[in-house]
């Protein structure tokens, strides 16, 4: 069964709604209040995109993509031009493990690298969620360093173009 992804619309929402309370969410959210759906999707364009993962037609989970400097919640900070964030959470518990984030991210970040300016993807998981690190770590980001958003300590990751290519070229 393939997996695609989709841009979220108002009709998803019960469902984003119902896996903001699953605890496995819950677990890799920290502090941060659940998002405001309507908001973020109210948010969608360029820099702002709110995707639902679907596998076999069923919406397994949600990726969001920002472009860190422009988006209008100004989340990260100062930053870079020319760089992508991504947020990813599977959120039907028994989708968890299966390959399906890996196949989502995949989608994600060669979504993020077909425009020809984007040199880097940034993901900030919580220190303490070692499970996502790893995940991420084998899609091949790296550890930049500790950062604390609001009350949440974080390690930063990060993807460059080349780190991916090179990967692709490898056959991982
Ligand atoms: C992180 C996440 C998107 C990975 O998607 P997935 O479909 O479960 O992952 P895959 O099957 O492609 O890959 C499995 C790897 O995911 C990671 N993982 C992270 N959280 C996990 C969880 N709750 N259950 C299972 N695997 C998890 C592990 O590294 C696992 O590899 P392992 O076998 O070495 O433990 C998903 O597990 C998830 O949504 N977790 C909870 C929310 C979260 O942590 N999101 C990231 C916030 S920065």
């Given at each position: 069964?393939?997996?695609?992804?989709?841009?979220?619309?108002?009709?998803?929402?019960?469902?984003?709604?119902?896996?903001?309370?699953?605890?496995?969410?819950?677990?890799?959210?920290?502090?941060?209040?659940?998002?405001?759906?309507?908001?973020?999707?109210?948010?969608?364009?360029?820099?702002?995109?709110?995707?639902?993962?679907?596998?076999?037609?069923?919406?397994?989970?949600?990726?969001?993509?920002?472009?860190?400097?422009?988006?209008?919640?100004?989340?990260?900070?100062?930053?870079?031009?020319?760089?992508?964030?991504?947020?990813?959470?599977?959120?039907?518990?028994?989708?968890?493990?299966q390959?399906?984030?890996?196949?989502?991210?995949?989608?994600?970040?060669?979504?993020?690298?077909?425009?020809?300016?984007?040199?880097?993807?940034?993901?900030?998981?919580?220190a303490?969620n070692?499970?996502?690190q790893?995940?991420?770590?084998?899609?091949?980001f790296?550890?930049?360093?500790?950062?604390?958003f609001?009350?949440?300590?974080?390690?930063?990751?990060?993807?460059?173009?080349?780190?991916?290519?090179?990967?692709?070229?490898?056959?991982?």
């Amino acid at each position: 069964m393939s997996l695609k992804l989709r841009p979220a619309t108002p009709e998803d929402i019960p469902v984003l709604q119902h896996w903001d309370s699953q605890p496995h969410v819950i677990a890799a959210t920290g502090s941060d209040a659940p998002p405001d759906w309507a908001e973020d999707i109210g948010l969608s364009g360029p820099a702002f995109r709110t995707l639902i993962g679907e596998h076999g037609g069923r919406p397994v989970g949600v990726v969001q993509i920002i472009d860190p400097a422009e988006e209008p919640t100004h989340y990260w900070g100062d930053c870079e031009p020319d760089q992508r964030a991504i947020d990813i959470w599977i959120g039907e518990p028994d989708c968890l493990g299966q390959g399906l984030g890996t196949q989502m991210m995949t989608l994600a970040i060669e979504r993020c690298f077909a425009a020809p300016e984007v040199t880097a993807i940034l993901i900030d998981p919580l220190a303490t969620n070692t499970d996502a690190q790893r995940f991420y770590r084998r899609l091949g980001f790296e550890v930049v360093g500790p950062r604390r958003f609001g009350d949440d300590n974080c390690t930063v990751m990060r993807l460059t173009r080349a780190g991916w290519v090179g990967r692709a070229l490898s056959g991982q």
